[in-house]
């Protein structure tokens, strides 16, 4: 074992001694008295979580240069808060402070919208939401302390290939049909911007919306089973390059199953893009990404998993300017020494582009 | 005087502890609402919707108001096994992430015990709660797969 490993396992080993401390005094496991549906002239009450982590990354092989080697790092700060404003109104928002490469801040409003539940068949949400694509982007997202694992699948990375959030307006329930529960969800909004990194919060680029459709069965004779599939098409504006001149279009479909039951947690999303450029030639390109996780809960505290991530991007992708293609395999454990903290350790060994990729990844990830 | 005998001494002293320890056996949970509620029989398929508020409406479309039970209490241990299925860190955990999809605005209302409980629904017409069967008071109290609290195959007996 090389000195930079021993160095990193020792870092970790203090880590753990921080659950300890806090264990021994008796921190407090979180809330139970809540829910005062409000009256007609109390003001709304403003409930209050937050979520972070705390990382460090250790590099064995890298593809690409373009990422901090060796370091400590700060995850995302997420400041989540809910109010119920009547008995069917409800809003969410989520503020998030975010680091980038050049170790900068940024602040960003995730999420900020209102939800009129109307019945358990339909609600209707105003706002910027997460997208309605596959299950982890509308279950973890921001959240690291609710993810098993520490690093986010491939094809969920923030300014990743997939447009994980949508501002405009969703239609979503549930209904019982006999034997399975049926969820559904219909979404149009502004969609996407002119680079990966957009987010059309106050502005579309162009009139054309786009249109999000996901649905899922659970049936009762599994309990725990989710199967659903989605779909989302959009007109991707023209960008400020001169590859970029002529609008895009984006069709999306994919696949999802989950088995979440006792000790055992298995998930399973699978992607397909197509672009097709709106000029005369009318290229087309295709892109595909996938994971596939399981996780098994040992003695409440430990959950050891791993999850297999694929990724291919077709190149001369104008709008997906990240070609390549990704095989990935990460191995960890998680240990919650108590309610609101997991300590995660994962590592990862991979194909990138032809190139080796292995990286050791510690975290601690926590809510408060 | 006369001196006990061991065999008196140790019942003396082990009844109070079995009895301790096994509290919640031959507890019956009884699922309740308001007597204004037309509701008179729920599957456990559908109490465990409800519980986990993934049901949020009544048939008749009322909102439906959860009550529960705090930690610790015999009969909040019998719902945790036998509706829930998870343990209490685990159930704060599963609020937290209904709050975080945004399916609901907060951990749902919580009282201190059963005669609380009561008390509540019995003033609120769309509230639903559980208490000790025994202890069910200007209530209705609610069939779960067809059957009463102390019938044989009751879903929420804790034995």
Known sequence: MGMRMRAALIVFSAVLLVPSLATAQGAPEGDEAEAVTPSGSAPPRLVIKGFGDVNFRLFREKATNDDTRNSFFLGQIDLFLTSQLAERVSVLAELVAKFRTNNDPFYDVDRIHITYHLSDTANIRLGKMHAALGY????????????????????????????IHLIGIELYGTKALGPVDIDYTVSAGNGRGKTLADTTNVSDFNNAKAVNVLASIAPAAIPGFKIGGDLWLDTIPPGDTASRVDSIRERLWGVHAVYLNGPVELLA??????????????????????????????????????????????????????????QRHTLGVRWDPFTWNGLKLELSAGRRDGHNERALLAQTAFTF | ????????????????????????????????????????????????????????????????LLVLQ????????????????????????FWLSKMFRGEIASFPKT???????????????????????????????????????????YPLASK
Do not use: C
């Open chain 1, 136 to 163: 982890w982007n509308q279950t973890y997202h921001h959240g690291a302390w609710f993810q098993t694992t520490a690093a986010r699948p491939e094809i969920y990375l923030f300014n990743g290939i997939l447009p």
């Open chain 2, 111 to 153: 009282l201190s015990s059963s005669g609380s409980v009561s008390q509540f629904v019995g003033k609120v017409p769309n509230a639903i709660g559980f208490v000790d069967a025994s202890l069910v008071s200007g209530v209705k109290v609610v069939k779960v797969d067809g059957k009463l609290p102390g019938e044989a195959g």
């Open chain 2, 70 to 93: 705090e930690t610790g209490t015999a009969e909040k241990e019998v719902v945790l096994n036998k509706v829930y299925k998870m343990q209490e860190a685990e159930l704060k955990k």
């Open chain 1, 269 to 326: 999303e699978y992607f397909e893009m197509n672009h097709v450029v709106k000029s005369a030639a009318r290229p087309s390109y295709d892109a595909q990404g996938a994971y596939a996780q399981a996780a098994y809960q040992i003695a409440t505290e430990w959950k050891p998993y791993y999850r297999f991530d694929y990724q291919n991007v077709e190149s001369g992708n104008p709008y997906l300017t990240a070609p390549g293609r990704l």
């Open chain 2, 1 to 64: 005087m006369k001196i006990p005998n061991r065999s008196a001494v140790l019942f003396a002293l082990l009844v109070p502890l079995a009895s301790a320890s096994n509290a919640a056996i031959g507890l019956d949970v009884a699922i309740i609402v308001n007597t204004a509620n037309p509701t008179t029989s729920i599957s456990s398929r559908e109490l465990e919707k409800i519980l986990k508020q993934d049901k949020q409406n009544w048939e008749d479309g009322k909102k439906i």
